[in-house]
């Protein structure tokens, strides 16, 4: 697979426009006469069967992508076959001998001549090779179909178990290329962490082999596909690029723009993944309803999550805030569809916040030592969490649960628990309201120089709102260590 010529054309070829819809191996109708499609109908037909093959839309495209640049036919109408005379046929190369062809029940004229078919059966060996994992091949992390890292091995097995596409014996492997081509093409705001591993070979040949270790192989970093929504699905706007979102009047960049849609909106899918023409844009474009506008939004920028539109948040940086938190199990608001931003925030709350963000819990044998709360009191869990890890002590015998925090106490907080992202010894800053013999000077200090908050005077003894403590927790969270 992977390199391709053009096979001689077929006698009495029309140019005819051939079906859009997937066929299967043993569908008794007519052959369709050749004509290259659109880019748009070939990637919504990839996008199409890749769905109901429970396939990343962004894998299948990629291989049509890296095969054949996305050609059934060259311009004289002739079927794309593989250079090296491997039988490769057609936009997806599929390779299979006349035994197979048989076994199969796969037919040879329908796979040189009908696109809808010829990408159907693409999807058909890389279902069978995905099926290899923890087998043949590597199954990768929980194997879970919708995460992009997890197809690797099932993508190298669709070129080939050959010499060629080990990374430690090549640079540029059929499979690396091919993810960085799909992060490329699909504006994909990550690098891919992809798959380290050891191939064995025997007598000096080339099919890769892989020891019992290495058929369950991690990756640290995973990416879900953004293309597998389906109508109905609840997601939310996102970008780590941009701080707000093209809504379009159709589904293509070049389509008049009108609006822009904030990060962390709530939105709802009201149909399938469309695309435009452009070979370069893998991605699609998700049908929305944002604003009383019906419009189009980039599936790069859509993400799977139901966030919340507080009917008394407005602020969009609070918006963006409010959201990171909430779509991460971090906070919530109240039944009535408020979150009340400027309540004050208990003790108790920003301790079950924090030990949320940094996914901490105390062992279960260990007891609070403060006096002043039960194991049946609310947030006792959470209290007993911050007290292990001295985030929170109180003072005197007292946590003080249910007391509003004050920013001063939110400084010792937050300087405590991401002591490891915060500057270690900070330049002195003079505050107008908060001298260097403040009993925490050290730690609004900290604060002030690392970025998060920009405040002078401090207001130490005030007390903390919930959407300050929201701020300052994901700005916390988001700092590069």
Do not use: C
Request: proline share 4%; charged share 30%; hydrophobic share 35%.
């Amino acid at each position: 697979m992977k390199k391709w010529l053009a096979a001689p054309a077929i006698a009495g070829a029309a140019a005819l426009l051939i079906s859009t819809s997937a066929l299967s191996a043993d569908d008794a109708v007519e052959t369709p006469e050749v004509e290259e499609l659109s880019y748009k109908e070939k990637k919504d037909l990839l996008t199409e069967t890749a769905l109901e093959h429970d396939i990343p839309p962004e894998i299948l495209k990629a291989i049509a992508f890296e095969e054949t640049a996305m050609r059934q036919f060259d311009d004289e109408g002739n079927t794309i076959r593989n250079e090296n005379e491997d039988g490769g046929i057609g936009m997806m190369q599929v390779t299979l001998n006349e035994d197979d062809l048989e076994d199969r029940q796969v037919d040879r004229e329908r796979l040189e001549k009908d696109t809808a078919y010829n990408i159907e059966i693409g999807a058909d060996l890389l279902n069978e090779k995905f099926e290899w994992s923890g087998n043949i091949i590597p199954q990768v992390n929980d194997g879970d179909r919708e995460i992009l890292e997890n197809w690797y091995f099932a993508v190298l097995a669709y070129n080939g178990l050959d010499r060629r596409n080990d990374p430690e014996e090549n640079d540029h492997t059929y499979q690396d290329d091919l993810y960085e081509s799909l992060a490329d093409n699909n504006l994909l705001e990550t690098d891919f962490d992809l798959p380290e591993f050891e191939a064995q070979y025997s007598d000096d040949g080339n099919r890769m082999r892989f020891s019992e270790d290495q058929l369950n192989i991690t990756t640290e970093q995973t990416t879900r596909s953004l293309q597998m929504f389906e109508e109905g699905d609840n997601v939310y706007s996102y970008s780590e690029d941009v701080s707000a979102i093209s809504f379009r009047e159709e589904p293509a960049v070049s389509s008049r723009q009108v609006g822009d849609v904030a990060l962390y909106t709530p939105l709802t899918v009201e149909g399938p993944l469309e695309h435009d023409n452009n070979i370069a844009n893998h991605f699609g474009f998700y049908p929305l309803y944002y604003a009383d506008i019906n419009g189009y939004m980039a599936s790069t920028y859509v993400r799977e999550g139901t966030v919340t539109a507080f009917s008394d948040i407005r602020r969009q940086e609070l918006t963006e805030a409010v959201g990171f938190l909430e779509i991460r199990d971090i906070i919530s608001g109240y039944p009535d569809g408020t979150f009340r931003p400027n309540e004050p925030i208990y003790r108790r709350h920003a301790a079950s916040m924090l030990s949320k963000a940094l996914g901490l819990e105390a062992p279960e044998d260990y007891e609070l030592k403060a006096a002043d709360m039960n194991k049946d009191d609310l947030g006792y869990k959470a209290m007993k969490t911050v007290e292990y890890y001295g985030f929170m002590t109180g003072s005197g015998e007292n946590i003080r649960p249910n007391e509003n925090m004050t920013r001063a106490q939110m400084a010792s907080v937050l300087t405590a628990a991401f002591e490891a992202k915060l500057p270690a010894n900070p330049k002195a800053h003079e505050f107008e309201d908060v001298p260097l013999d403040f009993w925490n000077y050290n730690a609004i200090n900290t604060l002030y120089q690392s970025g998060l908050t920009n405040q002078d005077p401090y207001r130490p003894g005030e007390d903390v709102t919930r959407s300050q403590f929201a701020l300052f927790l994901q700005r916390a969270m988001m700092m590069e260590e």
